[in-house]
């Protein structure tokens, strides 16, 4: 099946700081790549749909100014935390769609302390 | 976003005896997809349905898709310790992303 990169796997950063997660896709480009957060013991849940050369669809009660994404390729979407706190400690995971099937990124576990 | 709801929530079975996950939509669904994840992993795809009444099957999985098209159930037939995981249906929205539900945590105990 078709890969899909995420890096990095984990950080830490102090709080008031910015993050940025790379999520590439290696074998076929995507024009569209998915954002999701998932917490401990919980669902996925969808924060935005990235797109290659236009602005991100964010879902409602996303704040787009909080998670920057930018797909400037097709094959690379970033998503960056700005001014991180500890509530937005949690595991993000990209995902891109190769027709009916989704491929996940391996995940980041984004600590804020 | 879409409202998909799994029950149960989590279920622990001995090895070797069966296990079920349904996922119940309020919608009418165009299609649904079952996915796999590992503690600590990713999500992983299984199957896709999209038929009404549509029933798959992969090795000891069986998929279901209900007439009415508004749920779904996954059943594991004699359960194995790698059975160990979160699965999770998703549901497509009105452009190309699509939702997960609710998940359930599969433990088998060997």
């Known amino acids: 099946g078709a890969v899909v990169s995420q890096h990095p796997s984990w950080v830490i950063c102090k709080s008031g700081t910015s993050v940025k997660i790379e999520c590439r896709s290696l074998?076929?480009?995507?024009?569209?790549m998915f954002w999701y957060r998932q917490f401990p013991k919980q669902s996925l849940m969808l924060m935005a749909t990235?797109?290659?050369?236009?602005?991100?669809?964010?879902e409602q009660g996303v704040e787009k100014d909080k998670f920057l994404i930018n797909h400037a390729s097709l094959t690379l979407s970033t998503l960056t935390v700005t001014s991180a706190h500890p509530e937005d400690s949690s595991f993000y995971i990209c995902s891109a769609k190769l027709g009916p099937e989704a491929f996940f990124g391996q995940g980041t576990r984004l600590t804020v302390v | 976003g879409q409202q998909v709801m799994q029950i149960p929530q989590y279920q622990h079975v001995q090895e070797g005896e069966d296990f079920t996950t349904y996922c119940n939509s309020s919608?009418?669904?165009?299609?649904i997809q079952w996915y796999k994840q590992r503690p600590g992993g990713h999500p992983v795809f299984l199957i896709q349905?999209?038929?009404?009444?549509e029933v798959k099957k992969q090795k000891r999985l069986t998929f279901q898709f209900g007439e009415a098209k508004k749920n779904s159930s996954l059943h594991i037939t004699a359960t194995q310790t790698t059975d160990v995981g979160t699965y999770f249906c998703?549901?497509?929205?009105?452009?190309?992303?699509?939702?997960f539900g609710t998940g359930t945590s599969l433990t088998v105990i060997p």
């Open positions: 998703a549901v497509g929205g009105a452009g190309n992303q699509f939702y």
């Open positions: 074998d076929f480009q995507a024009t569209t």
């Open positions: 349905l999209v038929k009404s009444g």
């Open positions: 919608t009418t669904l165009s299609n």
């Open positions: 990235s797109n290659e050369g236009s602005k991100a669809t964010y």
